[in-house]
């Protein structure tokens, strides 16, 4: 097995699964259990997986997603949420009333989540696998919560897809380390610094200008902007009014 580090250098996002392949049960369940081994805020393990079985299913995810083919192809497709039903659930279960803190549920086990994301793809590269996370879950928030049943206290995050991969990407680039690593205190870039990092990143786009990019995503009318009355309005249906997930 690849070192640690190898495994990490040599991620890249894919997005073409061979259909015709499989995965062992076990290296599912391996991928599973190394997720869970990531760590957790006070050890509650804010955050579940759905893995999605049912193809209909699938298929109303990847149209939901913005018709994302890869979410359809990859073997294993799963969405990580934040749980804070479960803990909430456990609280009561022993007398105690449940807190509320929307707010802090969400980073709390948005951080959960996302740890054991991160776990399960780089468990997954290891043993030779692509993986894509799909953000495009996002689009339809309130669509997914009710496709998968999730209670109060419970809201979508990510979707990963994990599959055998029909070819190798090149790598994408990133910003040079000091663009995001900060000694002691934060240092705003200046333009010096600021056309030193579309130059690293150029080559993400194919005009050769990775403000194609951030515009699509973050401009004034971006992907972002479009996204966000929903999940204010799913986070206050699953988190703000719904409880922090009171059982
Ligand atoms: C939170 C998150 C959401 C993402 N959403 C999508 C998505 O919806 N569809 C997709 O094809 N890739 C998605 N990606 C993959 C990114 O596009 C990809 O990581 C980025 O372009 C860098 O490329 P690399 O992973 O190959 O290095 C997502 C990645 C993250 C971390």
């Given at each position: 097995?690849?070192?640690?580090?190898?495994?990490?250098?040599?991620?890249?996002?894919?997005?073409?699964?061979?259909?015709?392949?499989?995965?062992?049960?076990?290296?599912?369940?391996?991928?599973?259990?190394?997720?869970?081994?990531?760590?957790?805020?006070?050890?509650?393990?804010?955050?579940?997986?759905?893995?999605?079985?049912?193809?209909?299913?699938?298929?109303?995810?990847?149209?939901?997603?913005?018709?994302?083919?890869?979410?359809?192809?990859?073997?294993?497709?799963?969405?990580?949420?934040?749980?804070?039903?479960?803990?909430?659930?456990?609280?009561?279960?022993?007398?105690?009333?449940?807190?509320?803190?929307?707010?802090?549920?969400?980073?709390?086990?948005?951080?959960?989540?996302?740890?054991?994301?991160?776990?399960?793809?780089?468990?997954?590269?290891?043993?030779?696998?692509?993986?894509?996370?799909?953000?495009?879950?996002?689009?339809?928030?309130?669509?997914?919560?009710?496709?998968?049943?999730?209670?109060?206290?419970?809201?979508?995050?990510?979707?990963?897809?994990?599959?055998?991969?029909?070819?190798?990407?090149?790598?994408r680039p990133r910003l040079p380390l000091d663009a995001v690593v900060h000694v002691d205190r934060y240092h705003p870039p200046d333009r010096t610094h600021l056309a030193a990092m579309f130059e690293a990143m150029a080559p993400i786009s194919?005009s050769g200008d990775w403000l194609d990019v951030l515009r699509r995503y973050f401009a004034r009318?971006g992907?972002m902007?479009?996204?966000?009355?929903?999940?204010?309005?799913?986070?206050?249906?699953?988190?703000?009014?719904?409880?922090?997930?009171?059982?």
């Amino acid at each position: 097995m690849k070192p640690c580090t190898e495994v990490m250098a040599d991620h890249r996002t894919v997005r073409a699964y061979d259909r015709e392949a499989s995965i062992p049960e076990a290296h599912v369940e391996t991928m599973l259990r190394m997720a869970q081994r990531a760590s957790t805020d006070a050890t509650a393990q804010l955050y579940s997986i759905v893995r999605i079985r049912d193809l209909e299913l699938r298929q109303r995810i990847a149209d939901l997603a913005g018709g994302q083919r890869h979410v359809l192809d990859a073997q294993e497709f799963f969405v990580f949420l934040v749980d804070f039903y479960r803990v909430s659930s456990l609280l009561t279960f022993r007398g105690e009333e449940p807190g509320h803190y929307p707010h802090l549920a969400f980073l709390f086990g948005a951080v959960d989540a996302s740890l054991a994301a991160q776990n399960l793809a780089l468990a997954a590269e290891s043993m030779g696998y692509g993986v894509a996370f799909i953000g495009g879950i996002q689009n339809h928030p309130r669509e997914l919560c009710d496709l998968l049943g999730l209670p109060p206290g419970v809201l979508p995050l990510v979707g990963l897809c994990v599959g055998v991969p029909r070819h190798r990407p090149p790598l994408r680039p990133r910003l040079p380390l000091d663009a995001v690593v900060h000694v002691d205190r934060y240092h705003p870039p200046d333009r010096t610094h600021l056309a030193a990092m579309f130059e690293a990143m150029a080559p993400i786009s194919s005009s050769g200008d990775w403000l194609d990019v951030l515009r699509r995503y973050f401009a004034r009318g971006g992907v972002m902007e479009r996204r966000e009355e929903a999940f204010r309005r799913v986070w206050e249906e699953q988190l703000k009014d719904g409880s922090t997930g009171r059982a």
